[in-house]
Every structure is written in C-alpha cells, then in structure tokens.
C-alpha cells in the first residue's frame, strides 16, 4: 500500500512562489491517479489539481494559470508548483492517491501554506 509524505509547504509573502511535494512509497505509484486537495480554517476540503497515469491534468479554477501539477514517476513523488500565490490560498494542502482497481483512496498527512505579508 502507498503512504503519503507531503513537504514543502510554509510562510510566502503575496505574489511569492511554493513548490509542494509528496513522496510516496510504494512500486506501484505509477498506477495511482494523484491530487493535490486544500482545506482553510472552518471550511471543507476542496480539489486543487489532478494528474492522471497518463499525465493528464485538471486544475480548480481559482489556481488555473497560477498553480502546475507534474509527477515524476521515477522518483514516486507528484509536485505541485504554485506562483503568484495569493492571500486566498493560505490552507493545509493535502496529497491524495487514488487507484481506480480496487477504488483506494489515501492522503498524506498535509502541510501548511500560509499567504501572508
């Protein structure tokens, strides 16, 4: 079974840049749907971006053009590049797997992104 471990997350000031990543263990990452999710304080949790197995990608529309989803699945580790980060993206953001054989989900334990100035 693949377990989640999410990095990379912090304090940015608006306009700045983050780079998440999630690792994930296991040797059959590559056969995972993967996804970024964000929960804010008081608020449910909400789809970020997607990538596919075979690389296909989905954003909500709030991160469209700002936020990229890229996986390396040599290193079994899904990236999620945000730029021109905004006060608005301040949230924990949690790693999600998913294996549509058998309908597994999993998520990592999340990190904190704080927009802040």
């Known amino acids: 079974q693949v377990q989640l471990v999410e990095s990379g997350g912090g304090l940015v000031q608006p306009g700045g840049s983050l780079r998440l990543s999630c690792a994930a263990s296991g040797s059959i990452f590559r056969l995972y749907a993967m996804g970024w999710y964000r929960q804010a304080p008081g608020k449910q949790r909400d789809m970020v971006a997607t990538i596919s197995i075979g690389g296909s990608t989905n954003y909500a529309d709030p991160v469209k053009g700002r936020f990229t989803i890229s996986r390396d699945n040599a290193k079994n580790t899904v990236y999620l590049q945000m730029n021109s980060l905004k006060p608005e993206d301040t949230a924990v953001y949690y790693c999600?797997?998913?294996?549509?054989?058998?309908?597994?989900?999993?998520w990592g334990q999340g990190t904190q992104v704080t927009v802040s100035s």
């Open positions: 999600n797997a998913y294996y549509s054989v058998t309908r597994l989900t999993l």
